[in-house]
């Protein structure tokens, strides 16, 4: 089955510098990479994802970036924020139009903002 | 338009028994995902089920057992609990369409097994 290798575990940076999430996946047949957000005692939300026919997608301050070769897909949030702390967490999964699978998540990332 | 909702928020049972968990996806969605969140393990997949059949299942043993209803309503169901089985229980209100691909999750439900 597909397995999410997530780094780092921690992510400690400045308010105002960028953060870089990464992630690799193990099933080439893996098209859909979505991000989510975790706040403590809260639900994952999410807030972006990916298609394999797409290299690049932004939203505002958060972008994501996907290498189909390298099978690697990385999250990157710029201008970084207070409230950007919590735990982010990467998936993959296959496109139910090719085959129904649930999500295969990463082990998560914490992100602290430091003021 | 309303959130997932889960019930109970909490539960606390001993070791053997079972537990039963609800889960009410957002309305018009047919898709209903299951995951375990543990510190040590993170969030593990379930099983999914649509249009009351179970599409997809992880690697759980057969104590963890689903069902969906035909207002896609889903319960999932633990029989003999471990101590191991402590953990937030969350599901999933999927939409999937040749446009979208997402999931809205539940508050999830604290299962603690003493």
């Known amino acids: 089955g597909e397995n999410v290798e997530q780094h780092p575990s921690t992510l400690s940076v400045q308010e105002g510098d960028s953060a870089v999430i990464k992630c690799t996946y193990s099933?080439?047949?893996?098209?859909?990479f979505p991000w989510y957000k975790q706040e403590l005692g809260k639900r994952p939300q999410l807030i972006i994802d990916i298609r394999s026919n797409v290299g690049e997608k932004k939203d505002q301050r958060i972008a994501v970036t996907l290498n189909k070769t390298a099978k690697h897909f990385s999250l990157h949030i710029t201008e970084t924020q207070p409230e950007d702390s919590a735990v982010y967490f990467c998936?993959?999964?296959?496109?139910?139009?090719?085959?129904?699978?649930?999500?295969?998540f990463g082990k998560g990332t914490h992100l602290i903002i430091q003021p | 338009k309303a959130g997932v909702t889960q019930t109970p928020r909490y539960l606390i049972k001993t070791r053997g028994q079972q537990v039963t968990l609800s889960c009410s996806p957002i309305s018009g969605h047919r898709s209903v995902s299951w995951y375990q969140q543990t510190p040590g393990q993170g969030l593990q997949f379930l099983f999914e089920?649509?249009?009351?059949?179970?599409?997809n299942k992880g690697n759980f043993p057969g104590r963890f057992s689903g069902r969906q209803f035909s207002n896609s309503r889903s319960e999932m169901n633990v029989s003999t609990l471990e101590l191991g089985d402590s953990a937030l229980y969350l599901c999933?209100?999927?939409?999937?369409?040749?446009?979208?691909?997402?999931?809205?999750f539940g508050p999830g439900t604290r299962l603690t097994v003493t």
């Open positions: 099933d080439s047949a893996s098209n859909y």
């Open positions: 089920y649509f249009s009351e059949t179970q599409r």
């Open positions: 999933a209100s999927s939409v999937r369409d040749r446009v979208r691909d997402e999931q809205y």
């Open positions: 998936a993959a999964s296959i496109d139910p139009g090719g085959g129904a699978d649930g999500l295969t």
